[in-house]
């Protein structure tokens, strides 16, 4: 499997001492699996999950007087919509 072996964690650049989930060279997520399913939801369940991964695919990004939230094009279902 593509990244096996590979610490799953990458230095977040913005954030000194903060690290993301590595992607896979296609763009996708490091953790997802063949069948495209996330392997920490299949081997640990669901609260396991990063909560970044939890709320995929929304992501909230604080303002100046209020929080936005935007969709992820990541997401096959936002695309398809």
């Known amino acids: 499997m593509e990244g ?3 610490d799953p964690f990458e230095p977040f650049p913005a954030l000194p ?3 993301r989930i590595r992607q896979r ?3 996708a997520c490091g953790f997802l699996s063949p069948t ?3 392997r920490i939801h299949e081997e640990m369940g669901a609260a396991k999950k990063p909560l970044t991964c939890r709320v995929f695919p929304y992501a ?3 303002a100046a007087d209020a929080v936005v939230v935007t969709a992820s094009f990541g997401c096959p279902t936002i695309v398809a919509n």
């Open 60 to 62: 909230f990004h604080q």
């Open 17 to 19: 001492g903060m690290h």
């Open 36 to 38: 495209n399913r996330c």
């Open 4 to 6: 096996e072996g590979r």
């Open 25 to 27: 060279a296609d763009g």
